[in-house]
């Protein structure tokens, strides 16, 4: 972890504060001045990682920009339970136009902004997976080749989930959706599809790509940050657990973001111009099936026919990405 | 109409919209039982002190005032308490216990130290208290009296007060300048001590007292009929002690063994190696895991040279020999006699057997009743003598310095109650912080510091202390190990990780923070993400 590590027994930089620091090492979250730019009274569901996420990247960037920040937003849960008309639970600048179009939008305003030489003021775009990996991707791969100044963060659900949860290409296989039921010999998600875009928008050469998920806030709030001292088109891939869409419990979220890590299925790590420069470390590696089991899109790889053979293929997921990027602590490997 | 094509409604906030009407649970702020404080007993809020000494600094004092609430002996705490609070500790679980004991010895030298006192802050209440024994259930018991207003007098048999802490335990496990400023410091209080004063008759002074708690102690050394020709030199372990401590150094010999298993008998045997034995030799009928002995105490006389024989009974005693009888454990555990019996040199026999107590004085006491040759007494200290409590050795329970204090402060607390003619307040137990009720993913790795100790050399040729004390530096980190189990101990983790910011954090520094019932949801987010479990879910009344 590349960010400053406090040297402070009993929990150190694990949590999000502490009252034996001084405020300016705690983290965003931690402090009363935070500017809690989605606030309280959005209809998202109990537990929602997606709107965590949001205020957790979105309060950072607001931190780190002074506040000279304006948010586009493509469709998707984030959108919808946030700005039901007429109320907005925005507490900054916020547009939204359509589904596909977000990093296309963004990097319009990105330039209408240079255009009136306000550069001062920053552009974050949003979007879930769907919004990101399937529908916007043509947009975004324009914005990163044009490199716009634009940060576009995914916060990445793993599937379409306002609309009912159906399948996206961030969908992980086996998982059973609206659309990949578990039946047939190989029940859920397919083996060998969907797509990695932290590693696309690698291969862009854009200044800073980094993951991340709502389990490490302090990770979190640390790319944030650094993402806004970069000019020119940035990607933060924040994986966001959904309890309805998983069928996990509400107060999992933090638990399978954190999981799903330490498993080594969600590599976090950040890159610059298309090299990885630093990556989280796994501290306390679990088998996937520890990932797995609390959540309803895998309970038929457990039931009363477990299918022990697929958990062993999405192990081996997790071995490739531990081996490919490294996810173990030197000396463990 | 001045609204945008289309527009009709002003733009709100969602605060309108409160989402709290979803909850079917709330999640509520709690204290559980840390495992610390359920186990001592001197019934310390471990926990708390810890949270208060986690901050250093001015967090010291502090700490040592929270310890002082229970115990008035911090700095002999951390040096003779077997701390049950460590093998208590839920962090023994994920790495090493916490060093507790280590971290009181600091608070405790601190404030001899930066010479913190305590005061009455009450107003006299004209009660007189007569506390019969200056040991540490005595001194507990005046101290936690005085501090209530009443008037006491300890009346001592002995020479000096402290009882078994200065008579039982060498020096070399508790510095005699420690016990006196702890001891001074109860007496700064305004309590009466009077030297050198054996109440011989308990119901002749009885009646110049509104009540009386009794706290003599057991110092007769139990003697076992061990056949002895002329020559043998056998003592006990009780006088031997106690003589050195007056002054009389015990005649012993090179070799010297020492029969018995309990703390007493490691004692002894350390005290020998000390005075000049080039050898100790523990003579123990059982094995050397079902020694009463502490661990610690064990492991200490091992490392000062003290041999063991184990599962050996003595069956005679002549001039520098003994004969001994080797034993076998029954399916139950008890020894029985081999009839094989072989010799050993010794010089001079210790019994380290166990202790009696005198009771002599309670003769004629209406109610009075002892069995097994200790006093019985109710959960509130009383005996049946209506007025008259006890604690310490002289009551059925385990015997150490920690459980006599406790005797002291429930004696003390029960005392107050029976003068005012009120009950005592009844003391709350929530449910145990158990292991399973934390996260501890959020902990920090962090091995535990363990105390340096003396040098061989120095420990078998002199009293000084064996096991040194924590620098400040040292003694905070270990303090920060503390998982805080069950307590808030103001992490911000709930205020992070609400997705709908419906936990606020009030802008104090103890960093407290309120559930925002119109906007909770009752996810359980915080429960779950909460480091020391200290937020539970209840359902709501629906």
């Given at each position: 972890?590349?960010?400053?590590?406090?040297?402070?027994?009993?929990?150190?930089?694990?949590?999000?504060?502490?009252?034996?620091?001084?405020?300016?090492?705690?983290?965003?979250?931690?402090?009363?001045?935070?500017?809690?730019?989605?606030?309280?009274?959005?209809?998202?569901?109990r537990?929602?990682?997606?709107?965590?996420?949001?205020?957790?990247?979105?309060?950072?960037?607001?931190?780190?920009?002074?506040?000279?920040?304006?948010?586009?937003?493509?469709?998707?849960?984030?959108?919808?339970?946030?700005?039901?008309?007429?109320?907005?639970?925005?507490?900054?600048?916020?547009?939204?136009?359509?589904?596909?179009n977000?990093?296309?939008?963004?990097?319009?305003?990105?330039?209408?902004?240079?255009?009136?030489?306000?550069?001062?003021?920053?552009?974050?775009?949003?979007?879930?997976?769907?919004?990101?990996?399937?529908?916007?991707?043509?947009t975004?791969?324009?914005?990163?080749?044009?490199?716009?100044?634009?940060?576009?963060?995914?916060?990445?659900?793993?599937?379409?989930?306002?609309?009912?949860?159906?399948?996206?290409?961030a969908?992980?296989?086996?998982?059973?959706?609206?659309?990949?039921?578990?039946?047939?010999?190989?029940?859920?998600?397919?083996?060998?599809?969907?797509?990695?875009?932290?590693?696309?928008?690698?291969?862009?050469?854009?200044?800073y790509?980094?993951?991340?998920?709502?389990?490490?806030?302090?990770?979190?709030?640390?790319?944030?940050?650094?993402?806004?001292?970069?000019?020119?088109?940035?990607?933060?891939?924040?994986?966001?657990?959904?309890?309805?869409?998983?069928?996990?419990?509400?107060?999992?979220?933090?638990?399978?973001?954190?999981?799903?890590?330490?498993t080594?299925?969600?590599?976090?790590?950040?890159?610059?111009?298309?090299?990885?420069?630093?990556?989280?470390?796994?501290?306390?590696?679990?088998?996937?099936?520890?990932?797995?089991?609390?959540?309803?899109?895998?309970?038929?790889?457990?039931?009363?026919?477990?299918?022990p053979?697929?958990?062993?293929?999405?192990?081996?997921?997790?071995?490739?990405?531990?081996?490919?990027?490294?996810?173990?602590?030197?000396?463990?490997? | 109409?001045?609204?945008?094509?289309?527009?009709?409604?002003?733009?709100?906030?969602?605060?309108?919209?409160?989402?709290?009407?979803?909850?079917?649970?709330?999640?509520?702020?709690?204290?559980?039982?840390?495992?610390?404080?359920?186990?001592?007993?001197?019934?310390?809020?471990?926990?708390a002190?810890?949270?208060?000494?986690?901050?250093?600094?001015?967090?010291?004092?502090?700490?040592?005032?929270?310890?002082?609430?229970?115990?008035?002996?911090?700095?002999?705490?951390?040096?003779?308490?077997?701390?049950?609070?460590?093998?208590a500790c839920?962090?023994?679980?994920?790495?090493?216990?916490?060093?507790?004991?280590?971290?009181?010895?600091?608070?405790g030298d601190?404030?001899?130290?930066?010479?913190?006192?305590?005061?009455?802050?009450?107003?006299?209440?004209?009660?007189?208290?007569?506390?019969?024994?200056?040991?540490?259930?005595?001194?507990?018991?005046?101290?936690?009296?005085?501090?209530?207003?009443?008037?006491?007098?300890?009346?001592?048999?002995?020479p000096?007060?402290?009882?078994?802490?200065r008579?039982?335990?060498?020096?070399?496990?508790?510095?005699?300048?420690?016990?006196?400023?702890?001891?001074?410091?109860?007496?700064?209080?305004?309590?009466?001590?009077?030297?050198?004063?054996?109440?011989?008759?308990?119901?002749?002074?009885?009646?110049d007292?509104?009540?009386?708690?009794?706290?003599?102690?057991?110092?007769?050394?139990?003697?076992?009929?061990?056949?002895?020709?002329?020559?043998?030199?056998?003592?006990?372990?009780?006088?031997?002690?106690?003589?050195?401590?007056?002054?009389?150094?015990?005649?012993?010999?090179?070799?010297?063994?020492?029969?018995?298993?309990?703390?007493?008998?490691?004692?002894?045997?350390?005290?020998?190696?000390?005075?000049?034995?080039?050898?100790?030799?523990?003579?123990?009928?059982?094995?050397?895991?079902?020694?009463?002995?502490?661990?610690?105490?064990?492991?200490?006389?091992?490392?000062?040279?003290?041999?063991?024989?184990?599962?050996?009974?003595?069956?005679?005693?002549?001039?520098?020999?003994?004969?001994?009888?080797?034993?076998?454990?029954?399916?139950?555990?008890?020894?029985?006699?081999?009839?094989?019996?072989?010799?050993?040199?010794?010089?001079?026999?210790?019994?380290?057997l166990?202790?009696?107590?005198?009771?002599?004085?309670?003769?004629?006491?209406?109610?009075?009743?002892?069995?097994?040759?200790?006093?019985?007494?109710?959960?509130?200290m009383?005996?049946?003598?209506?007025?008259?409590?006890?604690?310490?050795?002289?009551?059925?329970?385990?015997?150490?310095?920690?459980?006599?204090?406790?005797?002291?402060?429930?004696?003390?607390?029960?005392?107050?109650?029976?003068?005012?003619?009120?009950?005592?307040?009844?003391?709350?137990?929530?449910?145990?912080?158990?292991?399973?009720?934390?996260?501890?993913?959020y902990?920090?790795?962090?091995?535990?510091?363990?105390?340096?100790?003396?040098?061989?050399?120095?420990?078998?040729?002199?009293?000084d202390?064996?096991?040194?004390?924590?620098?400040?530096?040292?003694?905070?980190?270990?303090?920060?190990?503390?998982?805080?189990?069950?307590?808030?101990?103001?992490?911000?983790?709930?205020?992070?990780?609400?997705?709908?910011?419906?936990?606020?954090?009030?802008?104090?520094?103890?960093?407290?923070?309120?559930?925002?019932?119109?906007?909770?949801?009752?996810?359980?987010?915080?429960?779950?993400?909460?480091?020391?479990?200290?937020?539970?879910?209840?359902?709501?009344?629906?």
């Open positions: 972890m590349a960010f400053q590590q406090i040297k402070l027994y009993q929990t150190g930089t694990f949590v999000a504060g502490n009252r034996l620091l001084d405020p300016e090492q705690r983290s965003v979250q931690a402090r009363t001045g935070r500017s809690n730019s989605l606030t309280s009274g959005h209809r998202a569901c537990g929602c990682g997606e709107a965590l996420g949001a205020r957790y990247v979105l309060d950072a960037a607001m931190r780190a920009t002074d506040g000279n920040l304006v948010a586009v937003n493509s469709t998707g849960c984030l959108e919808v339970f946030s700005t039901p008309y007429p109320e907005s639970s925005w507490q900054l600048p916020w547009l939204h136009s359509l589904f596909g977000g990093p296309a939008v963004a990097a319009g305003v990105a330039a209408a902004l240079r255009a009136q030489g306000r550069e001062d003021i920053r552009v974050v775009g949003q979007a879930g997976d769907g919004g990101t990996v399937d529908i916007g991707f043509g975004l791969s324009g914005m990163f080749e044009r490199n716009d100044d634009v940060l576009f963060v995914c916060y990445d659900n793993e599937g379409y989930m306002n609309t009912g949860v159906q399948r996206s290409g969908t992980p296989p086996a998982a059973t959706t609206a659309n990949t039921k578990a039946l047939g010999g190989t029940p859920g998600n397919v083996f060998g599809q969907g797509k990695s875009v932290p590693l696309i928008a690698m291969a862009h050469e854009i200044p790509v980094a993951t991340a998920t709502v389990a490490e806030l302090r990770d979190l709030e640390y790319k944030v940050e650094k993402a806004m001292t970069f000019r020119g088109a940035r990607y933060l891939h924040v994986f966001v657990p959904c309890p309805l869409g998983w069928g996990a419990a509400s107060a999992d979220t933090v638990k399978l973001a954190r999981l799903a890590k330490e080594g299925l969600f590599p976090v790590f950040e890159a610059e111009a298309g090299t990885v420069t630093e990556v989280s470390k796994i501290r306390r590696q679990v088998p996937v099936e520890d990932y797995l089991r609390p959540q309803k899109r895998f309970a038929h790889l457990f039931g009363d026919q477990p299918r053979d697929v958990v062993a293929r999405l192990q081996a997921r997790a071995d490739r990405n531990i081996a490919r990027f490294g996810l173990l602590p030197e000396g463990d490997e | 109409m001045d609204k945008p094509f289309a527009i009709t409604l002003d733009v709100g906030t969602s605060r309108a919209n409160k989402t709290g009407s979803w909850r079917t649970e709330r999640a509520v702020y709690t204290n559980r039982m840390p495992p610390c404080n359920d186990a001592c007993p001197a019934g310390e809020n471990v926990q002190w810890l949270y208060e000494a986690e901050e250093g600094g001015a967090g010291y004092e502090r700490a040592w005032r929270k310890i002082m609430a229970d115990n008035p002996f911090p700095a002999i705490m951390g040096r003779v308490c077997y701390h049950p609070c460590e093998t839920n962090r023994a679980q994920l790495d090493e216990a916490v060093g507790i004991n280590s971290v009181e010895r600091f608070v601190e404030a001899i130290r930066q010479g913190w006192t305590v005061s009455v802050e009450v107003p006299p209440t004209g009660k007189r208290v007569l506390v019969i024994g200056a040991g540490p259930s005595g001194l507990s018991a005046a101290y936690h009296l005085a501090l209530r207003g009443h008037t006491v007098t300890i009346k001592e048999a002995g000096m007060a402290g009882g078994m802490m008579f039982g335990i060498p020096r070399y496990r508790l510095s005699r300048d420690v016990l006196d400023a702890e001891v001074q410091r109860i007496l700064d209080l305004g309590v009466t001590l009077e030297l050198d004063t054996k109440v011989g008759d308990l119901e002749a002074v009885r009646q007292y509104d009540a009386v708690f009794l706290a003599v102690g057991a110092q007769l050394g139990r003697r076992a009929y061990i056949p002895a020709g002329e020559a043998a030199h056998v003592l006990d372990a009780v006088s031997m002690l106690r003589d050195l401590e007056s002054g009389e150094k015990p005649l012993l010999g090179r070799r010297v063994a020492v029969y018995g298993g309990g703390n007493t008998a490691m004692d002894a045997a350390r005290t020998a190696k000390r005075l000049g034995a080039s050898e100790a030799i523990v003579v123990y009928r059982r094995t050397k895991d079902r020694m009463p002995a502490h661990e610690s105490e064990l492991r200490e006389a091992e490392d000062e040279g003290v041999l063991f024989k184990w599962l050996s009974t003595i069956k005679q005693v002549d001039g520098g020999r003994l004969t001994v009888e080797r034993m076998e454990l029954d399916d139950t555990g008890f020894p029985r006699a081999t009839g094989e019996v072989e010799e050993l040199d010794a010089d001079s026999l210790v019994l380290a166990g202790q009696d107590t005198d009771l002599s004085l309670l003769d004629g006491v209406p109610g009075l009743v002892v069995e097994d040759g200790v006093v019985a007494v109710g959960s509130d009383m005996t049946g003598c209506p007025g008259v409590f006890a604690g310490g050795d002289m009551v059925p329970h385990e015997r150490s310095v920690t459980v006599a204090v406790g005797h002291g402060k429930r004696a003390a607390r029960h005392i107050d109650a029976w003068l005012s003619g009120a009950a005592p307040e009844p003391v709350a137990r929530p449910a145990l912080a158990t292991f399973d009720t934390l996260n501890t993913w902990y920090s790795d962090a091995p535990r510091a363990h105390r340096p100790v003396l040098d061989r050399a120095r420990r078998e040729s002199t009293f202390e064996v096991v040194l004390g924590h620098d400040e530096s040292t003694a905070l980190m270990e303090a920060r190990r503390c998982m805080s189990c069950g307590n808030c101990f103001g992490c911000d983790n709930c205020y992070g990780v609400c997705p709908d910011n419906a936990v606020i954090k009030l802008d104090d520094p103890g960093g407290k923070y309120l559930i925002d019932l119109d906007y909770c949801k009752g996810c359980g987010l915080c429960v779950a993400e909460c480091p020391s479990g200290a937020i539970q879910m209840f359902p709501e009344r629906i």
